[in-house]
């Protein structure tokens, strides 16, 4: 099975604008989470959807969004860039038939942004 | 509410000399626990997953991690480091969401 892929890899923007990343699920699975990684804050959770619903929800402000897709696929968004939103985002699958609960998620490369 | 604590924040090995990398959680209920190594530009790996069968887990690459209920721990170990190694390791409770502690850095010595 091909595992999960984020697009694009990278990506440079300026303060103000906004930014919409990409994320594929490994086939069959239902659920996509979305995580933080800086070197400040380490690895936060976003929120995550399945059904194309979200069903959790981290402690972001409303500039992060996003959904997903019939086909499991997911975007995230963030509008109004902040310098402090440089950071790799990451994406995770999981089957997401157990309600979420104990789930092991299998994780794509990243979204690395830079903000300037 | 789950949380995890990663007890040292950078450990360096000699090739061939075991890796210990501590992790203690805290949970109302038993939770769930993984393993996940980073290396460096890449995404999160799987080493291993605390399912409740079995409170010694074996992983991937020669890992293993022993889940201690009364010392709510769950140290990773490996008998012998390989280069290879070197990352970054994430212990990680979960509920509907996955909780990472602050991240342990492995530098392996030749």
């Excluded at chain 1, 979305?34 to 959770?45: E, N, R, V």
């Excluded at chain 2, 079995?54 to 490996?78: M, Q, R």
Aim: hydrophobic share 30%.
């Amino acid at each position: 099975k091909a595992g999960v892929t984020q697009t694009p890899r990278y990506l440079i923007k300026t303060r103000g604008q906004q930014v919409t990343l990409s994320c594929s699920p490994i086939s069959g699975h239902r659920s996509v989470s979305w995580y933080q990684q800086t070197p400040g804050q380490g690895l936060q959770f976003l929120f995550e959807y399945f059904s194309e619903t979200q069903r959790n929800k981290g402690n972001f402000p409303g500039r992060f969004s996003g959904r997903q897709f019939s086909n499991s696929r997911s975007e995230m968004n963030v509008s109004t860039l902040e310098l402090g939103d440089s950071a790799l985002y990451l994406c995770a699958s999981s089957s997401g038939t157990s309600g979420g609960l104990g789930e092991t998620q299998y994780f794509g490369p990243g979204t690395r942004l830079l903000v300037l | 509410a789950q949380s995890v604590t990663q007890l040292d924040s950078h450990v360096s090995v000699s090739e061939g000399t075991p890796v210990l990398l501590r992790c203690n959680y805290s949970s109302s209920y038993s939770p769930s626990l993984f393993w996940y190594v980073q290396h460096p530009n890449k995404g999160l790996q799987l080493l291993l997953k605390y399912t409740s069968a079995a409170t010694l887990v074996k992983g991937i690459n020669g890992f293993e991690a022993e889940f201690k209920k009364s010392e709510t721990s769950f140290h990773l170990t490996k008998p012998s480091a390989h280069m290879s190694d070197a990352a970054e390791y994430f212990c990680v409770a979960s509920d509907y969401k996955l909780s990472f502690g602050a991240g342990t850095t492995v530098t392996v010595r030749a």
